[in-house]
């Protein structure tokens, strides 16, 4: 699905939904499905007021049911017949689109049923009584409406609907139940009955027996709109062989390389059960594109902390949101050593978010000071790489920077090193053959502004002369860390928001590996993702996703998940896509309360206090945007688009949006009761524009009967131009990181 949305000028904006915009702006797959649940609801609602009429006012029928004169009855049929028809035809021309198995057989049964009113004149009040169902459809039929124009599951017109669907339903297709079969068991048997020919009775009672299996699949809908229960805590199931996918539309020519995608895969191990979503063991997913040509494999990383888990069938080793502790059936001395190891916690080597290249090697990566080495054709697991081997960093991004040479630049922190805790920004260079890590060099430190209370971090931003880093009101307690496994509580609980501290930006200078000596300062925010940074006459612009507070990451606590499996959550806040403004000019002739951002096409802001020091105000250009993604060899640059996950009314997205930071629009892509990845952007080879080339998306369907996929979709439309059908199962993942194929 597109829908192009105009989001506002500059300043704070007010919140605009897509289902401000209609029909225009759906795919052709979707305007084909609009059309005909259009002709659907008002063939129900006819043939739905025409059967009423007949059993209130036709009293031929009524007084025989099996052969009573069927003149209005076949009037009734004749129209539902025709819909029938023109319905089946246009299935089997836009098979893609909206092809069903289930609605064919349901339609060529009713067709077969309908022969014996239309042709023989029998039964005209069991063929007119089914036709009371009809109500419920364009309760059903709006439901879609609702989705595809954007609406959330918790809008007052989608509960409206859900509730006129669900009382509709009883109505029509519980409530007279009774009613039909009594009329049934009072002419079987007799003189009537036996002489309906035999095809006619089997049409007869074949037809009412489909009642309730139709009863059912409308049930299942009524119930999958108040409850999409999708349980993201299902243990996935690996593929490590290569398997070729289903290829629908044409894949670019030029699209020759691997995209591979990371996520937690595996939440429960014999009687134990990780507590958060991001604590589940990695699940490494690949596409490799070839000639037009798709093949998908899935392996989990054999990380040590796999291997230990799967070997005592539990979880014994901890993650951010699980504590492990000991078999109750262990003796002291084992417990004993497993408190001493948790005192000074050695973290998990379960690389579940995201992918790193250094040199020419590609590791599985989250935040802790170990990575692993992983093929990226075979997917299976090398090397186990501890940072603090080669540099003096405990934690580590999982979002570095690369530069037009190929060198690999991240983001560290170092604790309570020689009584001082610091970040360290490194360098990896390119091009070793093997051990790239060991080349690591450190580029700058930045002293943290309490020693016991480093920020926590999960990107930073990078131009061309310099490094972004936020230091946000956002901190890992390291006394707590500790004591956590004596107070028997997770690292997680460890974390605390102070909403009261301002957010500190660090400018450092990437050639000396100095700070700038103009100190900035923004409000309260916690900030996951950076988007992209520029300079731009003596400013330095940079944008973010912007939460006011760090809820989001309780929101993905599995018990939570469960409790709210439509994933609409009241205490959910969505975040701002926010641009600052650095002036990195002399303020010495600055007059104090004087803003210093002299760029006109932004409204953000840096003005200087009676400190010197500067508080920026951020312009907020969208909301409810999530996980960029930019055209990356456009990376420090003044870019145009952005691409992204929508959570404007849930953390977890439904669709995705590409993002004009100029023109202020957004434009969406989405699949019914799917849930799409984070998008990948894949720039075409010379191509023309910042947008020209594909954007590839994993889309997970938890459906019955429907496939998984990868779709392919214009990086200037956003509309699909291929879908690549696996056979097995997706799984909700985090990252994904692209490598192009090299001659």
């Not at 893609?96 to 064919?104: R, S």
Request: glycine content about 6%.
């Amino acid at each position: 699905m597109q829908v192009s949305v105009k989001l506002g000028g500059h300043g704070p904006i007010q919140p605009t939904h897509p289902h401000h915009f209609g029909f225009i702006n759906l795919t052709d797959k979707q305007r084909v499905e609009w059309n005909s649940r259009t002709v659907s609801t008002f063939h129900a609602l006819l043939v739905g007021l025409f059967c009423l009429y007949i059993l209130f006012f036709d009293d031929p029928v009524n007084e025989d049911p099996v052969w009573g004169d069927p003149t209005l009855v076949k009037t009734n049929v004749a129209i539902t017949t025709g819909y029938l028809i023109s319905d089946l035809l246009l299935i089997f021309y836009y098979w893609n689109a909206i092809g069903d198995k289930f609605f064919v057989v349901h339609h060529l049964a009713a067709l077969y049923a309908y022969y014996y009113v239309l042709g023989e004149g029998m039964l005209p009040y069991f063929a007119n009584f089914r036709l009371l169902a009809e109500f419920s459809t364009p309760c059903v039929n709006q439901r879609w409406f609702f989705e595809v124009l954007g609406y959330p599951r918790s809008s007052p017109p989608n509960m409206a609907n859900g509730v006129a669907m669900a009382v509709m339903f009883f109505l029509v297709r519980i409530a007279v139940i009774p009613v039909y079969y009594g009329r049934m068991y009072t002419v079987y048997g007799t003189e009537a009955f036996y002489l309906v020919p035999w095809g006619g009775r089997v049409a007869w009672i074949g037809s009412s027996a489909s009642v309730g299996r139709a009863r059912s699949t409308i049930m299942a809908e009524v119930c999958a709109f108040s409850n999409m229960s999708v349980d993201f805590s299902r243990n996935a199931t690996e593929s490590p062989e290569a398997c070729k996918a289903e290829v629908q539309g044409n894949i670019p020519h030029w699209l020759q390389g691997t995209l591979l995608r990371n996520g937690p895969g595996i939440f429960s191990l014999g009687e134990t059960s990780y507590e958060h979503w991001f604590d589940g063991m990695a699940l490494m997913t690949s596409f490799s594109f070839k000639d037009g040509e798709v093949t998908h494999r899935s392996r989990f990383l054999r990380s040590d902390t796999y291997k230990a888990n799967m070997s005592a069938n539990r979880i014994v080793v901890s993650e951010m949101g699980t504590m492990a502790y000991p078999d109750p059936r262990k003796n002291f001395i084992f417990k004993a050593i497993t408190f001493l190891n948790h005192t000074v916690p050695d973290f998990t080597d379960n690389g579940a978010s995201n992918f790193i290249k250094y040199g020419n090697e590609y590791f599985a990566t989250s935040e802790t000071n170990y990575i692993r080495k992983i093929d990226p054709v075979t997917l299976e697991t090398q090397d186990k790489v501890d940072y603090l081997k080669y540099l003096p960093v405990n934690l580590a991004s999982s979002h570095p920077h690369y530069d037009n040479e190929g060198n690999t630049y991240n983001m560290g922190t170092c604790i309570a090193e020689k009584g001082k805790t610091k970040y360290v920004v490194f360098k990896v260079p390119a091009h070793p053959d093997k051990d790239a890590v060991k080349k690591a060099e450190v580029v700058c430190t930045v002293p943290c502004r309490s020693l016991l209370t480093p920020s926590y971090y999960h990107s930073f931003g990078m131009t061309e002369n310099y490094f972004i880093f936020i230091e946000q009101p956002f901190k890992l307690d390291i006394l707590k860390m500790a004591t956590a496994y004596m107070r028997g509580v997770n690292w997680a609980s460890c974390l605390k928001f102070c909403p009261d501290e301002n957010t500190l930006i660090h400018l450092i200078d990437r050639k000396t590996g100095k700070e700038i000596e103009t100190k900035y300062y923004t409000g309260t925010m916690v900030v996951y993702h950076h988007v992209n940074a520029f300079e731009e006459d003596g400013h330095v612009v940079f944008d973010v996703i912007a939460y006011k507070d760090n809820s989001l990451y309780n929101m993905f606590y599995l018990s939570k998940l469960k409790q709210n499996p439509g994933f609409q959550d009241d205490a959910y806040v969505k975040p701002n896509y926010k641009r600052f403004v650095l002036p990195v000019k002399s303020d010495k002739d600055v007059a104090i309360g004087e803003d210093m951002v002299s760029l006109k096409y932004t409204t953000a802001s840096a003005v200087k206090e009676k400190d010197g020091k500067l508080m920026c105000q951020a312009e907020v250009l969208c909301e409810g945007f999530e996980l960029p993604r930019i055209n990356y060899n456009n990376n420090g640059k003044n870019l145009r688009y952005v691409y992204g996950s929508i959570v404007d009314d849930s953390a977890v997205s439904k669709r995705i949006g590409k993002f004009d930071t100029e023109t202020k629009t957004m434009v969406y892509w989405s699949e019914d009761n799917s849930f799409p990845s984070e998008p990948v952007f894949i720039p075409r080879p010379n191509g023309e524009s910042e947008d020209d080339g594909v954007v590839l998306v994993s889309v997970t369907n938890y459906e019955p009967g429907h496939s998984c996929f990868l779709a392919v979709l214009d990086g200037i439309t956003l509309k699909e131009v291929a879908r690549a059908n696996v056979k097995g199962q997706l799984y909700r993942d985090v990252h994904g990181f692209y490598i192009p194929k090299t001659d």
